[in-house]
């Protein structure tokens, strides 16, 4: 089975001498394919993990880390946002990128043409073989239940609606604190965060796709634009309109 996933943000970046974060606490997927410098991770189970060339690293989703690196020897990556309806991994997951290898070049691929909004289509459809192929491989991915999935269906099909976790809970045929605790379990988030989570990755979208930030509000369940760009902001570290235009598809 195909693994189901949005691309919110991709690029190739050798990190200005400012880069890092302490106890972050992502509610996407954070991917890297390191492609040179000295960085390191450090979470309550890793002190101090130097971040090697040539692997790919997955992040954890809601659960606390560290990076940082050397700012005379500065991290360059290959790295991806990603929102994948997956019982989350709480561990970084490390893997080493062995030359002449499937991955080893639809990596290489990725790293020629993440950089270019005009190839965003191709890059959506490599990356996608890259996450099939470490499932196929490395069996690293965990679906979640059809249960959890129809969940997240109902979610992302309301979010423009007053969707509370107590309406959520009624569709699930569950009562809230119980249903809460089972998807905090199997998400590491709560149903709160998750749907916060969901209408800003579609947001996202819906400004890649050119559309004007009020129909965005509508879309995505916000009925004060001023207070969705606060929301976005502090979800993606940009602005609605930074963000569309580093996402200008080219003729």
Known sequence: MDIKFRLLQHEVTRCPET????????????????LGGEAWYSDGKHEKERLKKN????LPVMHPYTLWHNKKNPLCVVWF???????????????PIIKDTELY??????EIINHK???FAETEQIFGSVLNLLNKKY???K??????QEI????EENLGGDLSVQKVADYAGMERSYFSKLFKKTFRMSPRQYIYAKRMNCAAELIIQGKRIKEVCRRVGYTDEKAFSRAFKQYMEMSPGEYGKRHIEQP
Request: hydrophobic share 45%; net charge negative.
């Open 117 to 119: 909004p005009e190839y």
């Open 55 to 58: 692997h790919l690293y997955m």
């Open 19 to 34: 880069w890092g974060m302490r106890n972050e606490c992502a509610i996407f997927y954070r991917i890297y394919y390191i």
């Open 143 to 148: 679906i979640c239940s059809k249960r959890m």
């Open 105 to 110: 070049y639809l990596l290489k691929a990725l």
């Open 81 to 95: 946002h990603v929102e994948m309806n997956l019982e989350t991994a709480a561990d970084l997951i490390e893997i």
């Open 152 to 155: 997240c269906s109902y979610i």
């Open 139 to 141: 069996s690293l991915l």
